[in-house]
C-alpha cells in the first residue's frame, strides 16, 4: 500500500511545466496586451493567429503533441494559461481544435490526414477550422437538427442543406465540419458529420453576431444551400456509417453520435478554458485588493473581501482538480461513469462566472468600468455556462448517469 500511495503525485512533470511557463508567457507579453484592442473591434484577431502560429502555438503539432500527452493535461494546463491572457483572443486561436476534435474523435485515418492540417495552415497563410451542430431551432435539443444530408448515388456525393448558427469562424474557415441528419426518423443517431472545403459552391456565410463576451471570436450562420461534397467526405466514412444504422434499426447500440462525441471529449478543455479567465478575475482583484486603501487600511485586510478571495481562490483549485480529472480519465480511456466530463465544464463555467463578479465586487466602481479589465473577463466569463452544453444540460447529463433514470 505503502509503494502504491508513493506514486500518486499531483505536480505536473518538467515537460508540462515548461509548456505551461511557455504559454503563459505568450499569453502575457502578446495576447493581455492586445485584449482590450480586439475586444472593442469585434474582429478576428488574425495578427495574433499568426504570432501564435510563428511560434508554432497555433500548430497541428502543438494540439496533437499536447493532446496525446500521457497524463491527459497537456491541453487543460496550456488552454488554462492561454484564457488567462483573454478568452476572446484565445478561442480565435484554439476555436479551429473543436472542428479538428471531431474528425480526430470519429474520422478514417486519411481523413484526419488530409483535412486536419488544412484546418491551420502555415505562418503565412493561416487557416481555420468551424464546427457546425447548433441550429436556430437546435441548440440544446441536438436530436431536433434540420439541416439535411441527402446521397446521390449516381454522383457518389452528399447534398446539404440547411442553416447552421453560432459556429465558430462560421464562414471564414477554410475547412468547415457540419453535423447533418441523414435519416431523421433516428434523431441524434441518424446524424453524421461532413468535412466541407474551402470554396464549396452553396455554402455561404449569414448573420454574424455582435455579442456580450468574447469579442474577438468570430460567430455566425453558416447557410448550405444545395451543397455538395465527394462521398468520401462524410466523417468516419460511408460503410461505417451504415453499419451504425442498421444496428441501430435493429434495436442495438449505434456508438458515437456525431455531435455529441464531440462536445464529450472537449467538455473538460471548455472547463480549463474558464478556469483560465476565473483565475485571471481572481490575481486582478487579489493584487487590487493588496494596494488600495480605504479606512486607513489596504482592503485585503477587511475580514469581507478577505472572505471573497477565500472562496474564489478555493472554487478555482476546486474547479480545476474536477478538470484534470476528467482530462486524466479521458486519456486513460477510461469511461465518464458519473458524467465526469459534465462535471467539470458544470462547475468551471459557473465559477467563472462567480468569480469574476466578486471580482468586480472588490474593485467597486473601478470594476463595473472598461478601464479595469475585471468588467471584460465577467461577460467573457458568461459564455462558459452556455455553450457546448448549457449548465442545465450539464445538470441533466450528471442526474441521469447517476441515477439511471431518464430525467426530462
Same mark, same amino acid.
Given at each position: 500500500?505503502?509503494?502504491?500511495?508513493?506514486?500518486?503525485?499531483?505536480?505536473?512533470?518538467?515537460?508540462?511545466?515548461?509548456?505551461?511557463?511557455?504559454?503563459?508567457?505568450?499569453?502575457?507579453?502578446?495576447?493581455?496586451?492586445?485584449?482590450?484592442?480586439?475586444?472593442?473591434?469585434?474582429?478576428?484577431?488574425?495578427?495574433?493567429?499568426?504570432?501564435?502560429?510563428?511560434?508554432?502555438?497555433?500548430?497541428?503539432?502543438?494540439?496533437?503533441?499536447?493532446?496525446?500527452?500521457?497524463?491527459?493535461?497537456?491541453?487543460?494546463?496550456?488552454?488554462?494559461?492561454?484564457?488567462?491572457?483573454?478568452?476572446?483572443?484565445?478561442?480565435?486561436?484554439?476555436?479551429?481544435?473543436?472542428?479538428?476534435?471531431?474528425?480526430?474523435?470519429?474520422?478514417?485515418?486519411?481523413?484526419?490526414?488530409?483535412?486536419?492540417?488544412?484546418?491551420?495552415?502555415?505562418?503565412?497563410?493561416?487557416?481555420?477550422?468551424?464546427?457546425?451542430?447548433?441550429?436556430?431551432?437546435?441548440?440544446?435539443?441536438?436530436?431536433?437538427?434540420?439541416?439535411?444530408?441527402?446521397?446521390?448515388?449516381?454522383?457518389?456525393?452528399?447534398?446539404?442543406?440547411?442553416?447552421?448558427?453560432?459556429?465558430?469562424? @462560421? #464562414?471564414?474557415?477554410?475547412?468547415?465540419?457540419?453535423? %447533418?441528419? $441523414?435519416?431523421?426518423?433516428?434523431?441524434?443517431? +441518424? &446524424? *453524421?458529420?461532413?468535412?466541407?472545403?474551402?470554396?464549396?459552391?452553396?455554402?455561404?456565410?449569414?448573420?454574424?453576431?455582435?455579442?456580450?463576451?468574447?469579442?474577438?471570436?468570430?460567430?455566425?450562420?453558416?447557410?448550405?444551400?444545395?451543397?455538395?461534397?465527394?462521398?468520401?467526405?462524410?466523417? @468516419? #466514412?460511408?460503410?461505417?456509417?451504415?453499419?451504425?444504422? %442498421?444496428? $441501430?434499426?435493429?434495436?442495438?447500440?449505434?456508438? +458515437? &453520435? *456525431?455531435?455529441?462525441?464531440?462536445?464529450?471529449?472537449?467538455?473538460?478543455?471548455?472547463?480549463?478554458?474558464?478556469?483560465?479567465?476565473?483565475?485571471?478575475?481572481?490575481?486582478?482583484?487579489?493584487?487590487?485588493?493588496?494596494?488600495?486603501?480605504?479606512?486607513?487600511?489596504?482592503?485585503?485586510?477587511?475580514?469581507?473581501?478577505?472572505?471573497?478571495?477565500?472562496?474564489?481562490?478555493?472554487?478555482?483549485?476546486?474547479?480545476?482538480?474536477?478538470?484534470?480529472?476528467?482530462?486524466?480519465?479521458?486519456?486513460?480511456?477510461?469511461?465518464?461513469?458519473?458524467?465526469?466530463?459534465?462535471?467539470?465544464?458544470?462547475?468551471?463555467?459557473?465559477?467563472?462566472?462567480?468569480?469574476?463578479?466578486?471580482?468586480?465586487?472588490?474593485?467597486?466602481?473601478?470594476?463595473?468600468?472598461?478601464?479595469?479589465?475585471?468588467?471584460?473577463?465577467?461577460?467573457?466569463?458568461?459564455?462558459?455556462?452556455?455553450?457546448?452544453?448549457?449548465?442545465?444540460?450539464?445538470?441533466?447529463?450528471?442526474?441521469?448517469?447517476?441515477?439511471?433514470?431518464?430525467?426530462?
Amino acid at each position: 500500500m505503502a509503494d502504491e500511495a508513493a506514486g500518486f503525485s499531483l505536480e505536473l512533470g518538467d515537460d508540462l511545466r515548461q509548456v505551461r511557463q511557455w504559454v503563459h508567457e505568450f499569453a502575457r507579453d502578446v495576447v493581455r496586451p492586445a485584449a482590450e484592442e480586439w475586444d472593442e473591434r469585434e474582429e478576428t484577431p488574425w495578427p495574433i493567429i499568426q504570432e501564435a502560429s510563428k511560434i508554432g502555438l497555433y500548430s497541428l503539432d502543438f494540439f496533437a503533441e499536447q493532446w496525446l500527452e500521457p497524463n491527459g493535461l497537456g491541453i487543460p494546463v496550456a488552454f488554462e494559461e492561454l484564457f488567462w491572457g483573454d478568452a476572446g483572443i484565445a478561442l480565435s486561436i484554439v476555436g479551429t481544435g473543436l472542428a479538428a476534435a471531431s474528425v480526430a474523435a470519429t474520422g478514417l485515418p486519411e481523413q484526419v490526414a488530409e483535412w486536419v492540417p488544412q484546418m491551420f495552415g502555415t505562418p503565412d497563410d493561416i487557416r481555420l477550422g468551424a464546427f457546425c451542430a447548433s441550429e436556430p431551432d437546435a441548440g440544446s435539443d441536438i436530436g431536433s437538427i434540420r439541416t439535411r444530408a441527402t446521397y446521390d448515388e449516381a454522383r457518389d456525393e452528399w447534398v446539404l442543406n440547411g442553416t447552421k448558427t453560432w459556429a465558430t469562424n @462560421g #464562414g471564414i474557415a477554410d475547412v468547415h465540419v457540419v453535423v %447533418a441528419s $441523414v435519416h431523421p426518423d433516428l434523431g441524434a443517431r +441518424g &446524424q *453524421a458529420g461532413f468535412i466541407i472545403p474551402q470554396h464549396t459552391a452553396g455554402l455561404s456565410q449569414g448573420q454574424k453576431f455582435k455579442k456580450h463576451g468574447i469579442r474577438a471570436s468570430h460567430t455566425a450562420e453558416v447557410i448550405l444551400d444545395d451543397v455538395r461534397i465527394p462521398g468520401r467526405l462524410l466523417v @468516419g #466514412g460511408k460503410e461505417k456509417f451504415d453499419e451504425r444504422i %442498421a444496428r $441501430v434499426r435493429e434495436g442495438k447500440r449505434g456508438g +458515437g &453520435q *456525431a455531435a455529441l462525441k464531440t462536445f464529450e471529449t472537449t467538455r473538460p478543455t471548455v472547463g480549463a478554458m474558464a478556469l483560465g479567465v476565473a483565475r485571471a478575475a481572481y490575481d486582478y482583484a487579489l493584487a487590487y485588493a493588496r494596494e488600495r486603501e480605504q479606512f486607513g487600511k489596504k482592503i485585503g485586510d477587511f475580514q469581507a473581501i478577505a472572505f471573497k478571495l477565500a472562496d474564489m481562490k478555493t472554487q478555482i483549485d476546486a474547479a480545476r482538480l474536477l478538470v484534470w480529472r476528467a482530462a486524466w480519465m479521458a486519456r486513460q480511456g477510461m469511461d465518464f461513469d458519473n458524467a465526469e466530463g459534465s462535471m467539470a465544464k458544470l462547475y468551471a463555467g459557473e465559477t467563472a462566472v462567480r468569480v469574476t463578479e466578486e471580482a468586480i465586487q472588490i474593485l467597486g466602481g473601478n470594476g463595473y468600468t472598461r478601464e479595469f479589465p475585471v468588467e471584460r473577463m465577467h461577460r467573457d466569463a458568461k459564455i462558459f455556462t452556455i455553450f457546448e452544453g448549457t449548465s442545465e444540460i450539464q445538470r441533466l447529463v450528471i442526474g441521469r448517469t447517476i441515477t439511471g433514470l431518464p430525467v426530462r
